[in-house]
Structure formats: structure tokens, C-alpha cells
């Protein structure tokens, strides 16, 4: 017979459960020593179960989240009685353990409370590098994973509370940057430590793990069938397809298709990604751990916030991706900047779920994240800069897309100029908005950002994985798209226009700067049903243009007073829609 549930005690203990995740996740914030952890924030926590299930989500990287079951499937597989209180695994390796890319390190701590495992807390963390052959170790021109640094298969880091010295310092012996590598593996460890003590408290106050079982039990049937009762009742059963594009690698790209057949039918949503490009000789190649997490993501945006977030809610969420593929590639494919297949899954299947569900999905934002990684020596010691650069959505139904904000899919920050300035050999000679750059809708798109960065030291290298240029972020139900992005080098008077993914480490001299523009995100709807007054608004706070008020909303403002010409406004949208007929 299955224990009575009290209702009130559920909440309390679901509600626990994500304290202690996000308790974990600032940990590693205030802890981790090195700025793409402490201050970009990329990095994930999680608690499961005793099955190795989520059953809490910390408040970080949301397009990471679910890849922790594919790592806890191996887990799982060890060897009955092989897991031991004081146990403390450690992985990367994208190829047999359910890494994502070289730099992602796991670790992950067995719950015991006494002698019976009762779950486990979860940590991934992006490290600023752990070798290959380019400072950051997301060289994009590596054409298979052996050149992109250190890979760790599934060890114990400590084993029965005792660490194993040979790890950390075969580790610390292949990283660019031990101090912050070893530095942001204990805040990893740290948080695993408050992970095990928030959840042996919890089970300690409703009376071990017998008495708690069945509320965690419960969690994962709630988010099921929460799940699978929005799917019933608010997506239309059907079958919805969607191509959107990569740019492509090298000076001379050629495009890669990521394609989706979104399929729906009942309470289960089916997502079949064949006709997707094969894999390439280069970094972007994304294991198929992201893609899992990028799909559950994609499709909990557009459902109900109140679905607990626990792995329950995935069930209902079939995958299919070819192997072979750029979203599933064999070994040993390069994958060090995948991030960007990920980030283009999210979008390919808002584009597909707009056909279906037009009010709950987000036109094309900047493509996910730009990575720049540049590093070299400055007074005899190194340094190494990894930025992942977010800051644009696009527009939805029913509000503008925003700027100065993390990617939906994810849940990053760009690092502050003052602490890049004060601990690396770099100055940030540009950061802001630019004009005209949303895609224009009844609902504009958020504007594209820019960032330049100038070398203050005598020589160093940077790696750029960028995208969105040549495809710019789509725009939805008539709207137009955001601009695309532009990556110029320039050094002296010589300026160069570089790809959006180049397939070398380029090396820099002093003085010379980088400045990148990312792409402007999609608008929403018909740009010729946007209210005057929001385009003025626009135009007030020089986010829009005079000359692009008109040419593309078909607003007339007298440059003189900024105002309103509502007669000219007036007959000039009805030219325009004549004209579209």
C-alpha cells in the first residue's frame, strides 16, 4: 500500500529541495576563483534521487540542467557495492561519460545517510582551461578531441572521504591556469559538501529515508503528470518542422542545417532531428548530452512555470538524433565550442512550435553566446581570458524582445569590465547597445550588443566562435529578422574582417583590438501594426533611428521636435500595405 502523502509537508519539502540546489549554486559563485565561473556564472548544480533522478534545479545554466541523467546513468553503472560513503566522482569525457565538452568538469558526491545511499549532489562547471592546443581550450580549428586538452572518464576524486592526489595533480599539471582550475574544482566540492548536508537535514527532520522516499516518488509523478496534462490540453497534436542554420566554419562557410520535426500526439511530444548536418573537422560537433538538456529546455519554456523541475517532467519528451551528426557526433570528434549547437536546438524548436503554439514561444535571439578565448604571458606568468558574451532575445507576442540579458536558454553574465581591466592584460575599449539592430515587428527585437577588447601586452592568442551572420536570428508571424553579427581585427591601421568561426588561433601584437558585434534579435509580428507612440519611444531612447522609424515602421517623426507626424504616419502605412498586396 502506498504511504499517505500530507500535502503541506510536500511543498515544504519541495520547496527544500531547490533551496538547497540554488544554496549550492551560490556557493560556487562566492568560491570559484576563476571569472568565467565566479562572474560569467557558467555552471550548473542539481540533487537526484537515489535512482540518480533530478529532483532540483539550481537557478544557473538552464541549457546545461538536463544532461546531469546522462551522467548519472554511468554512475548508476558501476558496480553494485562500488559506491561508498566519501565517494566523490569526477568526469569530462563527452565519449563514455556524458561529458558535454572538455572544459565542462563534473563532479558529483553520493548522499549516504549512514550506510544507505539516498541520493546524489550534482555540480558542472566550465573551467577556464584544461590544456589542448589553444589557451581556453575551445580551439575551434581542433579536428578531433585530442587536441582540445585533458579528458577524464568517470574516477573517483575521493574515495571513502580520502582525496586521490594523483588526479588533482595530473589536473593541476595540465591547465594553463592550475590556480583557478584547482581553485574552482574545491568551490565544486564545496557545494557538493552543502548539497549533502542541506539534503541528510532534510531527511533527518521527516525521519530518514523510508519516510521521504515516497514524497520524492511523488515529486517526479507530479512533474509527469503535470507535464504530460499541458502537452494534452494546450499544444495541438500534429506534426511541426523547422530548418534553422549555422553559418559555417573557416573563411569560406558552408551552411549547416539543424533541422526538427516537432511531433505531438496526446501527452507526448516526439523530437526528430534527421536531415541535421553531419558532423565536421572542427569544434562545433556537440555531443549528445546538450542536445538532450537544450530540448528539455526548449520545450519547459514554452509550459507552465508551476511544473516542478525534476526529471519527471522529461518524460513525457522523446529525442531522436541521429548518430553521425553535428548533434550527435561519433568519436572522436572535436567539441570544444559546441555550445552553439545547443543555443541553435532551443531556436530550431521555438521555429517549429510557432506553427503550433504562436503566444508562448520567442523569435530567433543572438544564436547563444559568443565564446572568446585569448590568452598569452604578461611579466613571465600567463594568463588566460575566457569569455562567454550573452545579451539578446527576441520579441514575443505579446512584449520587445530585451537587451542586456542572458540568452533564455541559458543563464550567463558577461564578466565586468573593471575586474577583466584590473586582472589581465586587456582594456575594453567599446560596450553597449546598437542601433537598429532589432529586427523589426508590432514587437521589436532586443538590440545586439558589442564588445572590443585591446591587447596590453606584447603578444597573445585568441580562438572566436561567433555565428548569426550570414543567417541572422529569424523574426516570426511577418516581422523581420535581427542584423547579423561582425567580428573585425584590427591592428594599426589594418583592418580585417574575420569569420564568424575561424579555423586558426589568431595571434595578436600589442595594441591590436578585437571588436565584436553580436546579431540583434528577431521581431514579432507585422512591424506596420506597432503603436507610433512605442516607435517614438524608441527612437527617444535611440535604440531606433529616424530614418529606420520610417523605412521600417513606417513612422514619420519631424527630426526637429521628435514628434509624431500622425497624418504622414498614416498615409504612408497605407502605401505600404497597398503596396504589399
Known amino acids: 500500500m502506498r504511504p499517505a502523502i500530507d500535502p503541506i509537508s510536500f511543498e515544504v519539502i519541495r520547496n527544500a529541495l531547490s533551496s538547497i540546489a540554488d544554496e549550492m549554486a551560490l556557493v560556487i559563485m562566492r568560491s570559484a576563483y576563476s571569472p568565467v565561473v565566479r562572474d560569467s556564472m557558467d555552471y550548473s548544480t542539481a540533487l537526484c534521487d537515489r535512482h540518480?533522478?533530478?529532483i532540483a534545479q539550481g537557478l544557473t545554466l538552464a541549457v546545461q540542467l538536463g544532461a546531469f541523467?546522462?551522467?548519472?546513468?554511468v554512475i548508476l553503472a558501476q558496480p553494485e557495492g562500488s559506491i561508498r560513503p566519501g565517494d566523490v566522482f569526477i568526469s569530462n569525457d563527452p565519449y563514455g561519460s556524458g561529458g558535454q565538452h572538455l572544459p565542462d568538469i563534473y563532479v558529483i558526491k553520493p548522499i549516504f545517510d549512514g550506510e544507505q545511499l539516498e541520493g546524489?549532489?550534482?555540480?558542472?562547471?566550465?573551467?577556464c582551461d584544461v590544456g589542448g592546443i589553444a589557451p581556453g581550450s575551445t580551439a575551434m580549428h581542433a579536428t578531433d578531441i585530442h587536441q582540445e586538452g585533458l579528458t577524464l572518464p568517470l574516477l573517483k576524486l575521493y574515495e571513502q572521504g580520502r582525496p586521490n592526489e594523483t588526479i588533482f595533480r595530473i589536473v593541476e599539471k595540465n591547465t594553463r591556469q592550475p590556480v583557478q582550475v584547482i581553485g574552482d574544482l574545491r568551490a565544486q566540492l564545496a557545494a557538493c559538501a552543502i548539497g549533502e548536508r542541506g539534503y541528510l537535514e532534510l531527511l533527518r527532520r521527516y525521519g530518514g529515508g523510508v519516510a521521504l522516499r515516497p514524497y520524492l516518488d511523488e515529486l517526479q509523478a507530479l512533474a509527469e503528470r503535470m507535464m504530460r496534462r499541458f502537452i494534452r490540453e494546450n499544444i495541438p497534436d500534429g506534426e511541426y518542422s523547422f530548418t534553422d542554420w549555422i553559418d559555417g566554419i573557416g573563411e569560406t562557410p558552408e551552411p549547416l542545417p539543424i533541422r526538427v520535426r516537432v511531433r505531438v500526439q496526446d501527452d507526448e511530444v516526439e523530437l526528430d532531428f534527421t536531415g541535421t548536418a553531419p558532423q565536421v573537422p572542427a569544434a562545433i560537433n556537440c555531443p549528445i548530452a546538450m542536445i538532450h538538456s537544450a530540448s528539455y529546455c526548449a520545450i519547459r519554456c514554452v509550459t507552465s512555470p508551476d511544473i516542478p523541475n525534476c526529471e519527471g517532467y522529461m518524460k513525457p519528451v522523446r529525442i531522436h538524433v541521429p548518430e553521425g551528426t553535428i548533434l550527435n557526433p561519433l568519436a572522436p570528434a572535436a567539441c570544444a565550442a559546441r555550445g552553439v549547437m545547443g543555443y541553435r536546438v532551443f531556436d530550431a524548436i521555438m521555429g517549429a512550435l510557432a506553427q503550433a503554439v504562436p503566444d508562448r514561444v520567442i523569435a530567433g535571439g543572438e544564436g547563444g553566446p559568443t565564446l572568446f578565448s585569448i590568452g598569452g604571458r604578461k611579466d613571465g606568468q600567463p594568463f588566460v581570458l575566457t569569455e562567454v558574451m550573452v545579451g539578446t532575445w527576441g520579441a514575443r507576442a505579446g512584449k520587445d524582445g530585451v537587451e542586456g540579458i542572458s540568452n533564455p536558454a541559458a543563464n550567463l553574465?558577461?564578466?565586468?569590465?573593471?575586474?577583466?581591466?584590473?586582472?589581465?592584460?586587456?582594456e575594453v575599449t567599446r560596450y553597449g547597445l546598437v542601433q537598429d539592430s532589432g529586427g523589426a515587428g508590432e514587437r521589436r527585437g532586443g538590440l545586439a550588443f558589442e564588445r572590443a577588447f585591446r591587447l596590453l601586452a606584447d603578444d597573445a592568442v585568441f580562438t572566436l566562435r561567433a555565428d548569426r551572420r550570414?543567417?541572422?536570428?529569424?523574426?516570426?508571424?511577418?516581422?523581420?529578422?535581427?542584423?547579423?553579427?561582425?567580428?573585425?581585427l584590427t591592428s594599426g591601421t589594418t583592418r580585417r574582417s574575420l569569420p564568424t568561426m575561424p579555423m586558426e588561433a589568431i595571434k595578436l601584437r600589442r595594441g591590436d583590438e578585437l571588436h565584436h558585434i553580436a546579431a540583434g534579435g528577431g521581431g514579432h509580428g507585422d512591424p506596420l501594426r506597432r503603436d507610433p507612440a512605442l516607435v517614438r519611444e524608441d527612437v527617444l531612447d535611440e535604440k531606433v533611428s529616424l530614418a529606420a522609424a520610417r523605412r521600417d515602421y513606417g513612422v514619420v517623426i519631424d527630426a526637429r521636435t521628435l514628434a509624431i507626424d500622425d497624418a504622414a504616419t498614416a498615409a504612408l502605412r497605407s502605401s505600404r500595405r497597398e503596396a504589399a498586396q
Open 413 to 426: 553574465s558577461n564578466q565586468p569590465i573593471e575586474l577583466i581591466e584590473a586582472e589581465l592584460p586587456l
Open 120 to 127: 546524489y549532489a550534482c555540480t558542472m562547471a566550465h573551467h
Open 69 to 73: 541523467p546522462d551522467t548519472m546513468r
Open 52 to 54: 540518480g533522478q533530478i
Open 470 to 488: 550570414d543567417h541572422p536570428p529569424y523574426g516570426l508571424a511577418h516581422a523581420q529578422p535581427g542584423t547579423g553579427s561582425r567580428n573585425v
